[in-house]
Structure formats: C-alpha cells, structure tokens
C-alpha cells in the first residue's frame, strides 16, 4: 500500500454539480481521513491527467475510467448517473444520418463520445473544449456537435437544434440509468482509507443538501457567467441518489456501458472490482 501525503489533491470540475457536492469537504465541514486540497479543471484534462496517474483522487468520465482501470477504481460516491442527462447532438438544421459528417467532440475520453460512436461509427471527429464545442456548429465549421455540461440548457440561444439526446438512445437501448462521471481513487491506497474517503464525499454531498446556503457563494465563484437558475438547473439534473451511491442499478449500468467499450475495442477487458468495497 502506498504511503498517505500529508494533503489529498482531489480534482473535479467548475461545474456547478461537482463544486456542490464537493464544497464541504473542500472547505473542511464533514470529517475525511486527511486534509484535501482542490484542484479545479476541465473534464478533459482530469482525464488526461488520470492517464498519467497525476491525482490520487479525481472526477473523471466513465469512458476515460475504464482505461485507467490498473491504477483507479471508482468511489460509490460522488458521481453522475441518471435519467434525462445525457449529452445531445446539435446542428444548425435538419440532418439525417451522421456517418461521413464533421462532428465536434469535447473529448476523446469523454462518456459523449463513446455514446456517439456506438451510434454513428463512421462520423469524422473533430475535438474542442466543451465550450468551443455550440460556436463551432454555430459558424459551420463543423455538421454537428456533442454537447455536454450546462450547453444543454443552452444550445437554442446559439440557433441550435437537437439532433440527438444520446442519453434517451442509451436509455430506449438498456433501459438503465446513463453512467457520466465517477470519482476515483488510486486502488494502491488502503482499503479503510479508500472506503473513509468514500464516506467522505457522501458527507459532503449530504452536508450541501443539508446546508443549501453554504455553497452557494463557492458554486458562483465558479459558474463563471452562467445564470442562476442555468446553476441550480445543472445541480438538479446532474446530482442525485446515484451521487449519494451508485447502488444496485447503477452497478450494472456502468457494467453494461463498460461491455459495450469493449466490444466496440473503445478499451481492453478487465477483471478488477469496479468500485471501492467497505473493508
């Protein structure tokens, strides 16, 4: 087992669903097993970072998890799954099958991509940051985009249409709830640290329930221009009984979403637990 720092760097999102849930126990208001420390970025350089094994613990996609599976594993706490919230395809007018056309990718370890793969094989991918993703639809650079995050409540002020909502593709094809993000932790860590840091996020999502007020002004500092009720939208959608734990049904949806990778050669199989297990 690997020795404990003296400060836990924990890596998450500015969105407002990850600074919600985790505003607690970044400022220290539910008990966790060593000090944490912040460290905000965007989705997809938390991806890339766990590719390196740069954070002990950190927010990342589930598509970006599967293939760091030797280092990581994933925390029944904290995470993002559900109904109704998954990533669109958007165009500027009416298009009928994507293979062959340009779509606008917000990563290649994004859990959107690896949707819109498994329904449009043949679409040449063009990667941006989440946020460049609307304009560039919007100025016909590319045929499409994927959106994600709060561009879903978005999307319509950029003369935008859906195209797709791949969450209800997944949905109509496994009937489970659609996995996006988990928080993981190195599996070299030891068992109780793991399973006390799982707790301590589940405190931190319970404390903000709890205590709506105590975030407020930390989700604002990072929602950057986002609206307020474009905010409180996000953390709706996004956090929910699965953040508090994946539970039954949320296993086998990252089970099923995992296969799927697999088989489509996105990542190799493994064997290892998929989730932290209380010592």
Known sequence: ????????????SFCPNDTFIFHALH???VPAPLPVQEVLEDVQTLNDWATL???????ISYRAYFG???RYVALRAGGALGRGVGPLIVTRGEIGNLNGKTVASPGALTTAELLLRLVYPEVKVVRMRYDEVMPAVERGEVDAGLIIHESRFTYPQHGLSKHLDLGAWWEGETGLPLPLGAILVRRDLAPDVKWAL??????????AYAHPEASRAY???HALEMADEVMQAH????????SLDVGEEGTRA???LHRRAVDVGAVAGSGLPLFVEKP
């Not at 709706?236 to 009984?241: G, I, P, R, T």
């Open 219 to 221: 989700i604002r500092q």
């Open 27 to 29: 400022a220290g208001l």
């Open 68 to 70: 760091v599976m030797n």
């Open 254 to 256: 990252v089970q099923e």
């Open 235 to 242: 953390i709706d959608l996004y956090v929910n009984a699965f």
């Open 198 to 207: 799982n707790v301590s996020v589940r405190s931190s999502l319970e404390y």
């Open 1 to 12: 087992m690997s020795t404990l720092p003296d400060t836990l760097h924990l890596g998450y």
């Open 53 to 59: 094994g740069r954070l002990p613990m950190t927010k």
